[in-house]
């Protein structure tokens, strides 16, 4: 079964600190993997996409990393600030169509002051 | 509009009631897809449709949901007596072209089952 697992499941940090979230999948077969996050209330929006050649992708201050060979990415967030706090979910993408995803459970991010 | 709406925002159904869910995507969007997110879980994929055409079913829990999109536009969700076990975020995303490569996700319908 396709399973896309993350750690840690909730991570709290000291605002302007790094952190860096873990994903690990089980997917088959492997089409992108994609990073987004959840505010509270909101629809998850794309923070970065990487296929299977792509090894690291930056958005701003977020950073994935990709080992196709060990099935696992993270996703570092530097100089954190308070508007990171959100839920950060993997998402691995699959199948002939491309659009079969499997979620992860996500991280829950607090940044504190 | 400049992104996914989806209405209502909130909604309280007594068990046994139906509901109907709307999705409005980005106007031109090809592709839009429903996944239903319980508390504290990640979304899971209930349907995909194509234009007005539903492509891929498999993800709905029962007969008791069902999906439309008669123009290729606006969609909407049912949910036929509903259950508590239904209670959930339901979630609308478009995308585009064809496939899921940039989804863009609406805040959700919360529905609560009493």
């Known amino acids: 079964k396709n399973q896309v697992e993350q750690s840690p499941q909730s991570l709290i940090i000291l605002e302007g600190k790094n952190c860096t979230l873990q994903?690990?999948?089980?997917?088959?077969?492997?089409?992108?993997l994609r990073w987004y996050k959840q505010d509270t209330g909101r629809g998850p929006v794309s923070l970065t996409i990487?296929?299977?050649s792509e090894n690291t992708k930056s958005n701003g201050r977020y950073t994935a990393t990709l080992d196709a060979d060990t099935k696992q990415s993270s996703l570092h967030i530097t100089a954190s600030q308070l508007s990171d706090s959100a839920s950060y979910i993997c998402?691995?993408?699959w199948g002939a169509g491309s659009y079969q995803l499997t979620f992860g459970k996500g991280t829950k991010l607090s940044v504190i002051p | 509009g400049a992104g996914v709406s989806q209405s209502p925002r909130y909604k309280v159904a007594k068990r046994g009631q139906d509901v109907a869910l709307r999705c409005d995507p980005i106007?031109?969007?090809?592709?839009l897809f429903w996944y239903q997110q319980a508390l504290g879980q990640g979304p899971e994929f209930l349907t995909y449709?194509?234009?007005?055409?539903?492509?891929?079913k498999s993800g709905l829990p029962s007969d008791r949901f069902f999906a439309e999109r008669p123009e290729g536009s606006v969609s909407t969700l049912k949910i036929q007596r509903t259950q508590q076990e239904d209670s959930a975020v339901y979630l609308c995303?478009?995308?585009?072209?064809?496939?899921?490569?940039?989804?863009?996700f609406g805040p959700g319908t919360r529905l609560t089952v009493t």
């Open positions: 449709f194509q234009n007005e055409a539903q492509l891929d």
């Open positions: 990487m296929t299977f």
């Open positions: 106007s031109g969007h090809v592709s």
């Open positions: 995303a478009s995308t585009r072209g064809r496939g899921s490569y940039e989804q863009y």
């Open positions: 994903c690990n999948y089980t997917v088959s077969p492997f089409s992108n």
């Open positions: 998402v691995v993408a």
